[in-house]
């Protein structure tokens, strides 16, 4: 699977098995999307309170036990861990917080657009402008430095937590909640979700698919790889909407998004310029904590964390728009993201010895 | 021959230090990475950029050989 047809073709299927997802009962142009499953997660575990997107996600236990099952078959699961933990914890919570905003992360914003929904073009547009100005830092030599090696069992923890995950989820013991109304209550069925999961988990791994690394690559390197990858999934799950009757192009009512252009705009932005930072999307960094990053694992937390604050702080948009709360929170978000930048840049900061 | 040391750095930082060493030494270096994600992206640069490589296989590491 490795080349550009790999990328192609895992993006492909990442683009059918979305629009499925809809078909066996995800909320529309939601057959995935890293930010508001962590955001479910997070409330079906208390985390946040907010009533309608609660639910334990079996996608997210699916990628990371898929990406964890392929990764140990190739003998290419390694513990390792260390590089810049807190920042990173942190960049997981901005990156939440501008997903939210928008409502999504990268790979639904490809899936919104291939849905019709075409506020998706106001974000698609602000998550390159981020990745514009993330890889400015990068050639300043922005980097987290090097990470470790650690123990083999310290790598293994996330997935078996993940496991948890899902026995919470079958047992379904009363202090978790679940939602009655809105998306949360909307699901396929838990072991299509699982099966969906494993799937995109174990082509995820393979490929290295990144929804932000083709952008990032393109104009770094003038390199289209990954950028393949990202184009399959637009093409696929248009192809794939218009073939389940799902296709709605328009801006209003669409589902699980709003009108407010700056804000999708903005809200990308961050998802952008945080995802350059972290060296991955949303969807990279659960991939690469099922193959023992440890630095992801702490990204994927500061994520739900993030996910939490942005519900619990109402910072996260809804279908009106943007909330007063998340437009002062994105600002603070652009703050943080240009101070991390600039500290983190060897070029522009020389630290002292 | 110049050599550098992309162990434990996440992408894009392999490809780019690759990058910018070739910028001082054109005619060639040699790169150390511990990963095959990071093995195969710099591998697909320096065959995007014109380089003839060559892949060794050491202990816990790849060395690549990159000519001009």
Same mark, same amino acid.
């Given at each position: ?30 057959? /995935? ?23 334990? =996600? ?18 290419? $699961? ?10 990173? $914890? ?43 100005? *993330? ?24 997935? +078996? ?46 490929? =290295? ?6 952008? =990032?690559?393109?104009?770094? $390197? ?7 990858? /990202? &184009? ?14 799902? /296709?709605?192009?328009? /801006? ?46 702490? @990204? ?48 522009? $900061?020389?630290?002292?010895? | ?7 434990? @750095? *996440? ?21 150390? +990475? ?20 060559? &892949? ?10 990159? =000519?001009?």
């Amino acid at each position: 699977m490795d080349g550009k047809k790999g990328i192609i073709i895992a993006g492909g299927i990442v683009g059918v098995l979305s629009v499925l997802l809809v078909y066996f009962g995800n909320p529309m142009n939601m057959g /995935f999307c890293i930010a508001c499953f962590i955001r479910d997660i997070a409330g079906g575990i208390g985390l946040h309170r907010a009533p309608v997107v609660q639910y334990i =996600r079996p996608e997210i236990i699916g990628l990371v036990i898929g990406a964890f099952i392929i990764a140990l078959a190739n003998k290419e $699961f390694e513990t390792k861990g260390g590089s810049s933990p807190f920042s990173r $914890f942190l960049l997981g919570v901005v990156v939440m917080i501008g997903a939210l905003i928008f409502l999504g992360c990268p790979l639904r914003m490809v899936l919104r657009l291939g849905g019709g929904d075409l506020n998706a073009i106001f974000g698609i547009v602000g998550f390159i402008i981020g990745i514009l100005v *993330g890889v400015q830092f990068l050639n300043k030599g922005f980097n987290l430095k090097r990470n470790y090696k650690l123990p083999t069992v310290e790598g293994y923890l996330f997935p +078996v937590v993940n496991l948890g995950l899902l026995a919470l989820l079958i047992v379904a013991p009363a202090f978790l909640f679940f939602s009655e109304t809105g998306p949360g209550s909307m699901y396929a069925p838990v072991f299509i979700a699982l099966a969906a999961g494993l799937l995109v988990g174990i082509l995820a791994q393979k490929t =290295r698919l990144c929804m932000v690394g083709g952008t =990032r690559d393109m104009i770094l $390197f003038k390199d289209s790889h990954l950028l393949l990858g /990202f &184009i399959s999934i637009l093409v696929f799950s248009f192809l794939a909407n218009l073939a389940f009757g799902f /296709f709605n192009p328009g /801006f209003a009512g669409q589902p699980v998004a709003h009108t407010d252009g700056l804000w999708n705009f903005l809200g990308m932005a961050i998802v952008g310029w945080g995802a350059v930072l972290l060296g991955g999307c949303p969807l990279r960094q659960l991939i690469l904590s099922g193959e023992g990053n440890v630095d992801s694992v702490i @990204t994927v937390v500061g994520m739900l964390v993030g996910a939490a604050i942005a519900h619990n702080f109402a910072l996260a948009s809804s279908v009106e728009g943007p909330s007063p709360n998340g437009k002062i929170a994105a600002i603070i978000c652009i703050v943080f993201l240009g101070v991390i930048s600039y500290l983190n840049s060897e070029d522009l $900061f020389k630290k002292s010895a | 021959m110049k050599k550098i040391d992309t162990s434990g @750095t *996440g992408c894009p930082q392999p490809v780019l230090m690759t990058k910018k060493a070739l910028e001082g030494s054109p005619e060639g270096i040699d790169i150390i +990475v511990d990963n095959n994600t990071a093995k195969n992206n710099v591998a697909r640069f320096l065959k995007n950029s014109g380089y003839n490589f060559s &892949i060794k296989e050491e202990a816990d590491n790849f060395l690549i050989e990159a =000519r001009k």
